[in-house]
């Protein structure tokens, strides 16, 4: 399956990643839009799911409970995001156009349905510098799920993330989650710069990403670059094998680039760099 993944019509499911399509073993994703009045039914199986929305208003039915979720968009504060265990049907009605993203990932049905509000969110300014962003950890410990960790990443124009690259594909002693990049620019013609590559392994790939197209997070390190004047946002989903509290696990950085995290503006050229005088 092709890592960069463009959306296919209009209305409906836009985007749709399984696990047979990805090629691994836990992670699902899909992106669905309704127009008003327009209902979308979700049966989440032997999957804990996540659903995050991205514009418009929608209510969600489950267990005889209403939830209401809407949102201007996706530059705007945390969302409410509704957390639903395997074995339940959610009746999504659309009150206005409402667009969202729902992942999944097998679990056993430890946790019950639960409305995750913005108050509850650790919202955090990372890095510095031309890699300096902003990580809200929507579904992520304290956050309880089993395997499901959710964060959306705001980057500047000109800025970077996921800086210092890191990986997560089991590689080098790291823990093995897969993910997904669910990517919005501003403004919509805007574009980033997507990276997967490994050190030990002939795979190294750029991918030019567009407002409302998704990246496959297979293996290896994955920084991204926002273009000048493209502010980006993507919303990220992962799972893999770690479980519960040890969700809070961290990625292994790659080694050549670890260094900046101590010195953020380290190494950076002067300018304007003055004449050769020999």
Known sequence: MEHLIRPVGALGETIVVTPQRAGWHYLSFRVVVLAA???YTLHTGGEEIALVPLQGAGALAV?????????SGVFVGPPSLLYAPPGKTITVTAERG??????GAPATGKYGVRLIRPEEIKCEIRGGGAARRQVNHILAPPL???RLILFEVYVPGGSWSGWPPHCHDGAGGSPYLEET??????PADGFAIHRNYRLDADFDELLPVRSGELVLVTQGYHPVAAAPGSNVYFLNYLAG???DEERARPPLDDY????????WEGNRLELPIARDTI
């Not at 267990?63 to 949102?71: E, F, K, S, V």
């Open 37 to 39: 009045g327009e209902q």
């Open 63 to 71: 267990d005889g409970a209403t939830y209401a979720l809407q949102r």
């Open 98 to 103: 409402f667009e969202f993203a729902v992942g």
């Open 144 to 146: 309880p799920a089993e």
């Open 181 to 186: 990049y669910y990517y919005r620019i501003d």
């Open 241 to 243: 094998e770690l479980l």
């Open 256 to 263: 050549r680039y670890a260094w900046m995290k101590e010195n």
